[in-house]
């Protein structure tokens, strides 16, 4: 049974799109309680863009802090409660990078299913299609805007609500708003969708349409991060938006692998950001990815990136058990990693060392 | 003002999909008056796949003529009026090349839609959604898959309909569907894709988003028709169903050029089937796409296709007015091709000139 794979219902593409986020929202003022609720990374709250959201006097506007961690099942549940006080809204805008993104369609969803977020973590768990979801990304890499996936941080796991209403119904993709986005950021960002091409293609699950995305993904990755023009540049804030979707859709029929598993462990003990935390872990797996490991650390000399090492000398034993053992319960990636027979490959143990690496 | 473009909803991709179909037929199964409408190149009648097509004894299947000329607006009527003769359709399947899909994606407007479909040929011109289109391509190149279009020849002119419901909502990529395409067909369908990509890229509407596709494309059609591993092979045949894929999404925010604008021509006056209309344009266009005509030479020559030339000494200044006068009102490629002073570039004369090469 092959999957059949929900795309994003519409797609802005180019410069001062941004500018179209109005009209577009305006077209679903009819649905619903006729309200739209704006979520934004409360990092432009007072930077130009926090002032050109294009919200009316009776939508509700949200600021959303992602800074201090991922996003939680708490959060979405926080947030969905907010809104329901008012009523269902007609539509949610979800302006920010990859964690705005998934709390837009985590809320999505959860104003139209009852419960704690947590109790969805899964595949196809979700009851009722949600409200009609808008992404705008500000910072690109993580191909979230067309993932069928809302990773989550809940109680017990990190793991995404994925099922086909989880896909974003509308994208807007703006190279002005990664324009200025600062140099680490930018970096760890474009690694993510560096990291899951690699990851795509070195697995069981690849196949022709996967390699045909992920490989053109890398290789605008190597033109953004690596080649002689590399750089924040005009043209290649255009094409790390390109590259962040195609990366995205090279794992519609594929998987993400190692780093991913890894990382998403990281992420739960220590609350570093993902792409940062794909960073931190995929600096130390050139046994499994030799070339894509090696091309990573010049791009990391290249832009002069922090990239702490020797972490691991200040974790304890227990909290590098705890990581290894979300890593390990992320079986698909192992799977695709390294075929149906996984668990003769890698254990606890074997992860365990993995993370001592770090 | 950026096209805000629609996808394909749904896809699905790879070997032995076509299974598939049945249940993504029955899920729609309830809607309208509860039947399906199968679209099927006659070309299949008597070949395994004919035999293969999930329809129930409520179903109309309906083998389509395609081999004698484009698709017609006659022709779409025509079926339109058979399909209302029994009701409204839950959906519409067409299996078959661009053409069928384009049949497909039209009648599938026209059963909503009253008139004739030649009253819509263009933008933006139809009033309503039509019913769920499922398209199951046998033949990969054109796009057709994904486009916003469907071309159709009518009385005065050979155009698309075009509007945002015009794209299919499910498209099924089965790669062992096209794997026993004669050679000849299998290279000018292909050929489609090569130069529409080409014609994308060399314009002034192209972008970062048509070039990232474009170009992969290209490589694609370069690795199936040209390099060490070139031919109709297992691999090959699953890189051509992507390579068309998105060789029609580069088109999204790009166009087509002057190939295409003579290749209508040469369709409209001579019923040359499109692919091959455009490779005998494509191979005197050195002028204009030096590069890609290069290549195009060296492919034909790899696969010793049949490619006439001299035809236009047994063409009237009639007929090639005739052509000239509907290649020049594709206003839309030559303005692509030309910028925006096209007109101070391109005229009726140097057209008729380009069709005395051929």
């Not at 390699?211 to 290789?219: H, I, K, V």
């Amino acid at each position: 049974m092959l999957k059949n794979f929900k795309n994003v219902e519409k797609t802005v593409f180019g410069r001062g799109g941004f500018d179209q986020l109005g009209a577009i929202v305006d077209e679903r003022r009819s649905e619903n309680d006729c309200f739209t609720v704006f979520l934004v990374d409360n990092y432009f709250e007072d930077k130009p863009l926090g002032q050109r959201i294009p919200s009316k006097p009776d939508d509700m506007l949200l600021f959303v802090d992602i800074q201090a961690h991922e996003p939680t099942t708490e959060q979405v549940d926080t947030i969905r409660d907010s809104i329901l006080k008012k009523g269902l809204p007609s539509c949610i805008a979800g302006i920010g990078g990859g964690s705005v993104l998934d709390i837009c369609k985590a809320v999505s969803l959860m104003v139209t299913n009852e419960g704690s977020s947590s109790l969805y973590q899964g595949l196809n768990l979700i009851k009722k299609p949600g409200v009609y979801a808008i992404g705008v990304p500000t910072i690109a890499g993580t191909g979230a805007e067309v993932s069928m996936t809302a990773v989550l941080t809940g109680p017990e796991k990190k793991l995404g609500l994925k099922c086909e209403w989880t896909v974003l119904n509308q994208i807007l993709l703006d190279p002005d708003l990664i324009a200025n986005v600062p140099t680490n950021q930018w970096f760890y960002t474009g690694m993510d969708c560096y990291i899951h091409c690699i990851e795509s293609e070195k697995g069981i699950f690849n196949n022709a349409y996967s390699t045909a995305f992920g490989d053109q993904a890398l290789r605008l990755c190597r033109e953004i991060f690596l080649e002689e023009n590399a750089g924040q540049t005009f043209e290649n804030d255009e094409k790390l938006m390109v590259a962040s979707l195609m990366g995205g859709s090279s794992l519609t029929y594929s998987e993400v692998g190692v780093c991913h598993a890894l990382s998403y462990g990281l992420s739960y003990v220590f609350e570093y950001r993902h792409g940062f935390a794909n960073c931190i872990a995929f600096n130390q797996l050139g046994d499994y990815y030799p070339e894509g490991v090696r091309e990573f650390k010049d791009m990391v000399n290249r832009f002069q990136i922090d990239l702490p090492q020797n972490l691991s000398a200040d974790w304890s034993d227990e909290e590098v058990s705890r990581m290894a053992e979300i890593s390990i319960r992320l079986e698909h990636m192992w799977h695709h990693a390294f075929g149906e027979n996984w668990k003769e490959k890698i254990n606890i143990e074997t992860i365990k060392g993995l993370f001592r690496r770090m």
